[in-house]
Nanobody, 116 residues
Framework: QVQLVESGGGLVQPGGSLRLSCAASGFTFSSYAMRWYRQAPGKERELVAHIASTDAGTNYADSVKGRFTISRDNAKNTVYLQMNNLKPDDTAVYYC?????????WGQGTQVTVSS
């Protein structure tokens, strides 16, 4: 059974940091590109960060460049999103996503709220 389980969300003040984790099981994690998406209330889901399966190359949305870092640990079947200098606009549900060719999986999401 395929599972992507996110954790690490919560309430943080502007300027603070959080680290999200996504634990994968039920598929060959190292063969899949991994992404973090987010969806704020009333907005479409948007891609935040991507990490390749092969060379672990990364890409980021312009809105998070220099503040967020995606990484993966294939030995632990886990992908991370380190989020620094958080802003109120970062408030959203964050989703983990795995993709290999036409096969993809989604996690259930974790809420991140940035507020004073």
């Amino acid at each position: 059974q395929v599972q992507l389980v996110e954790s690490g969300g919560g309430l943080v003040q502007p300027g603070g940091s959080l680290r999200l984790s996504c634990a994968a099981s039920g598929f060959t994690f190292s063969s899949y590109a991994m992404r973090w998406y987010r969806q704020a209330p009333g907005k479409e889901r948007e891609l935040v960060a991507h990490i390749a399966s092969t060379d672990a190359g990364t890409n980021y949305a312009d809105s998070v460049k220099g503040r967020f870092t995606i990484s993966r640990d294939n030995a632990k079947n886990t992908v991370y999103l380190q989020m620094n200098n958080l802003k109120p606009d970062d408030t959203a549900v964050y989703y983990c996503h795995a993709r290999r060719g036409y096969v993809s999986y989604w996690g259930q999401g974790t809420q991140v709220t940035v507020s004073s």
